[in-house]
């Protein structure tokens, strides 16, 4: 096994015990589990830099498993509440934006971005390194 397999779950374990005070065998081993298993599939399929390419994809394949564990738990609106509580936070976006203004800042908001991309290109102030820069400015209209 490769040295390099080790410094992930190394730092992991150091992380995990500042923040949370416990060490998790499962957690620590995982990682290096994960590793072996995906340089034997790039090895068997000869890719190079098997060892780098596992590190990568083990920890795409964790980012990928925690999205979607998160969206099935509904972790957004648990922790919400969690720290609404705590923090005594109040969350008021949703009343912004059911509110007169709100409805007007966030029309206002489309309506140029619409305006922006139907309008002809020499209208659009490319900045310096633009050939229509000499000829159109925003200035000149």
Do not use: A, C
């Not at 080790?6 to 998790?24: A, E, R, T």
């Not at 590190?55 to 394949?61: M, S």
């Amino acid at each position: 096994m490769s040295y390099y397999y080790l410094v992930i779950p190394l730092l992991g374990v150091f992380k995990n015990y500042v923040k949370y005070k416990q060490v998790n065998v499962f957690v620590f081993l995982r990682t290096p589990f994960l590793n072996m298993i995906f340089e034997s599939i790039f090895r068997y399929l000869s890719w190079r830099s098997p060892i780098l390419l596992s590190i990568i994809w083990e920890r795409i394949y964790f980012f990928v498993f925690k999205i979607i564990r998160s969206y099935l738990r509904d972790d957004y609106n648990r922790k919400k509440q969690k720290y609404m509580k705590k923090y005594n936070l109040i969350y008021q976006w949703k009343e912004y934006l059911t509110s007169t203004r709100g409805w007007y800042i966030t029309l206002s908001f489309h309506l140029l971005t619409v305006v922006y991309y139907l309008s002809p290109p020499h209208l659009i102030y490319w900045g310096t390194s633009s050939r229509l820069t000499n000829r159109f400015r925003f200035d000149d209209l």
